[in-house]
């Protein structure tokens, strides 16, 4: 497979020859959604939790006697129908939603992705990522020379630069760019490349994409 190079300004000024996994490939929906599954469930993490009437403070009597006050029987100050008492089947962190796959499977569903989106000219190789000074503005007048214009608040196509070492000048030059996010290639996963239409890159990109994903 070839794909065409482009300088910054959106010309096309060469072409280069990736590796020919990336033809072999055919697009698997379902392995693709299992290691995206994993990849949300492996993120998420279970803030809300309550705590039930055995876990709150206090309670450790019964608040008056059962009979001859007038008042409802109770037992304890911490029963759920009580301000300030345990909570009937609220939230819990108790359940596990880890799940597991194999290192092959997330590879590959990976590789599926970059291939397909390779196949409908929605990987952009630029011949350096390198602004001629890190600012913003400038990013955005590149990127605008491939991304076209949407009436959100993005406001335009959703784009994700693969830089090939860690940057931070470019990363933070990235970073305010509402519709654009930064990555480094040995970091490439599957929600980053679902998330975002299309995909810039450089050579050096490639060849780290290479070694760490195709074994």
């Known amino acids: 497979m070839n794909l065409k190079v482009y300088n910054q300004q959106g010309q096309e000024i060469d072409e280069i020859e990736v590796n020919g996994i990336f033809d072999s490939l055919k697009f698997n929906p379902d392995l693709v959604h299992q290691v995206m599954r994993w990849q949300i469930l492996n993120n998420y993490y279970p803030w809300a939790h309550t705590k039930t009437r055995a876990e709150v403070s206090g309670g450790g009597r019964k608040p008056w006697r059962q009979k001859g006050t007038g008042r409802a029987r109770h037992g304890s100050i911490r029963s759920p129908i009580w301000r300030g008492g345990g ?31 390779m196949r409908r000219d929605y990987v952009k190789v630029l011949d350096t990522l390198i602004p001629s000074k890190f600012k913003t503005k400038i990013m955005d007048k590149i990127l605008s020379n491939f991304l076209e214009k949407r009436r959100t608040k993005k406001k335009r196509e959703s784009a994700l630069i693969v830089i090939p070492d860690n940057n931070k000048d470019l990363i933070r030059s990235i970073r305010n760019l509402s519709y654009a996010d930064a990555i480094e290639a040995r970091n490439l996963n599957i929600l980053s490349l679902l998330n975002h239409k299309y995909i810039f890159l450089e050579p050096k990109s490639l060849e780290v994409i290479k070694e760490t994903f195709i074994k």
């Open 87 to 117: 909570i009937s089947f609220g939230p819990r962190k108790d359940k596990i939603r880890a799940i597991r796959i194999n290192k092959k499977m997330k590879r590959k569903a990976i590789l599926m992705v970059l291939a397909e989106k």
